[in-house]
Nanobody, 126 residues
Framework: QVQLVGSGGGLVQAGGSLRLSCAAS????????MGWFRQAPGKEREFVAA????????DYADSVKGRFTISRDNAKNTVYLQMNSLKPEDTAVYSC???????????????????WGQGTQVTVSS
């Protein structure tokens, strides 16, 4: 069993930055691909970014490419989402997720993920 705890959300003005963190329990974290998803009020959950188990491969939604960076520190069992040049449309609850298929690459489908964090609110004011 893996537990994920997300943090780092908050209120920021447009153009600002935030860094989200997702701390994972369990020794097998380093073998899991990780992803970030977001859900805005009245909208479906959408893929934001994903990273392979080793961190060598990443994938981003077109809407955040060039502004967001996903990274991981396997020694700290933590995955990060650095968000720059934030826009009001980035406002959502952001959740991290873990794909327990061993040595998996980054994936976009939420159905591929086995564990989810509780979510952290990001609000971008105009």
């Amino acid at each position: 069993q893996v537990q994920l705890v997300g943090s780092g959300g908050g209120l920021v003005q447009a153009g600002g930055s935030l860094r989200l963190s997702c701390a994972a329990s369990g020794r097998t974290f380093r073998t899991y691909a990780m992803g970030w998803f977001r859900q805005a009020p009245g909208k479906e959950r959408e893929f934001v970014a994903a990273i392979s188990w080793r961190g060598s491969s990443t994938d981003y939604a077109d809407s955040v490419k060039g502004r967001f960076t996903i990274s991981r520190d396997n020694a700290k069992n933590t995955v990060y989402l650095q968000m720059n040049s934030l826009k009001p449309e980035d406002t959502a609850v952001y959740s991290c997720a873990a794909d327990q298929k061993v040595l998996a690459g980054p994936v976009r489908s939420p159905d591929e993920y086995d564990y989810w964090g509780q979510g952290t609110q990001v609000t971008v004011s105009s």
